[in-house]
């Protein structure tokens, strides 16, 4: 039986306590197929050596067969330009690995109530593919500030970075099952076409792409209009496509209606390579205590192995996947360990034996 090499950089703040949760349930799930092996980086190596991804770490990702992460970040760790440098840690992996898509699945699982009125669990169901490598995010480290009176970011879209991400969604939509609404397979392009013409140009090339897709429906949300329809309609998505910057916000909108950051997870992929980490961050002011939620890290987990499962064709991975992802919700829909940021009073390593056990 094939074994895969994990690359796992605990980070910052939670994201120790996160990753080595998420590192024992995929232990007992997958047994000794996952080899892990640590590695450093974040804003307290860097703040300690200078480095903030280490070429040692970035050599050890690159030729993984995939990248888990806590989280990364502390609050006074700036580079000169006021940018955090925690961040820098993904970012960097991001753009050199070429993670193209950043894929935010939010859905609404038994036992958590959603802030939105009279939803059941499962009636919200939908992805946000947010592109990852480009859009307002290829300025960061190159935005212009003069003479301390104007500072501009450029917005980057291109031809082959649309292509790409927007291909990634159809395919997406194809092996899901529709959205709950009506079962349609769709996808929805977000953007500011009626403003900008970098969006009208995501947009048309979006549109160009859906054009090989005759089975998916393409439709299209203005990033503001689509704020509301979240709250309104969430069941009517399916998969929505979106610039960089603006699926970074409306993917933490889409995770308030679920529960929150502490059971988002993300799968960063691009045609080489998968980083899988919760979408929260480094929570400094919980770090430590044995307070975090697990879970988001857990589920992005639970991603890497479905990842792994198709690109080498591994069926035992896609029944650790699904695995997981059950052992979770039947821990959440038995609400006897609930984490805090859902209510309850559930510590870290309570959420991981939990998991573990619905596994066992
Ligand atoms: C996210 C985070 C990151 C981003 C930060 C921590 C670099 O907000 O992954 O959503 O801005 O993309
Ligand atoms: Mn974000």
């Given at each position: 039986m094939q074994t895969y090499d994990i690359v796992t950089i605990d980070g910052d703040g939670i994201g120790p306590e996160v990753n080595q949760s998420a590192i024992t349930v995929l232990r007992e799930a997958m047994g000794d197929r996952l080899r892990f092996t640590a590695a450093d980086g974040g804003a307290a190596h860097y703040a300690k050596?200078?480095?903030?991804?280490p070429p040692d770490t970035f050599n050890a990702c690159r030729d993984a067969h995939a990248i888990l992460h806590g989280a990364a970040g502390l609050p006074g760790v700036t580079y000169p330009d006021g940018t955090e440098v925690g961040n820098d840690l993904h970012l960097q992996l991001r753009f050199r690995l070429d993670l193209y898509a950043n894929v935010r699945p939010i859905r609404l699982y038994r036992g958590v109530t959603s802030p939105l009125a009279g939803w059941a669990a499962g009636s919200i169901d939908y992805v946000i593919v947010r592109e990852n490598t480009e859009g307002l995010y290829a300025s960061r480290g190159a935005g212009i500030v003069l003479r301390g009176e104007v500072a501009t970011d450029t917005l980057v879209v291109t031809r082959k970075g649309v292509e790409r991400v927007a291909r990634f969604s159809f395919e997406l939509a194809r092996r899901r099952s529709g959205a709950k609404r009506d079962g349609r397979r769709r996808v929805t392009v977000c953007d500011k076409a009626n403003i900008l013409r970098s969006y009208a140009f995501f947009r048309a090339v979006c549109t160009e792409v859906a054009a090989h897709y005759p089975d998916v429906e393409i439709d299209y949300a203005y990033a503001d209009a689509i704020t509301v329809h979240l709250l309104k309609?969430?069941?009517?998505?399916d998969v929505i496509v979106a610039e960089n910057m603006f699926g970074d916000i409306l993917s933490d909108l889409g995770a308030g209606t679920v529960g929150g950051l502490g059971i988002a997870a993300s799968a960063e992929l691009g045609d080489g390579h998968g980083l899988f980490q919760g979408?929260?961050?480094?929570?400094?002011?919980?770090?430590?205590?044995?307070?975090?939620?697990?879970l988001a890290t857990i589920l992005s987990g639970a991603m890497m192995l479905r990842w792994l499962a198709a690109r080498h064709a591994d069926a035992t991975l896609l029944a650790g996947a699904d695995r997981v992802e059950q052992a979770v919700e039947a821990v959440l829909a038995q609400g006897e360990q609930v984490p805090r940021d859902l209510g309850g009073s559930a510590r870290c390593t309570e959420m991981t034996d939990a998991v573990c056990r619905q596994l066992r």
């Open positions: 050596t200078g480095a903030v991804l309609k969430p069941d009517f998505y979408a929260h961050g480094s929570a400094p002011d919980i770090a430590g205590q044995n307070l975090a939620s697990p």
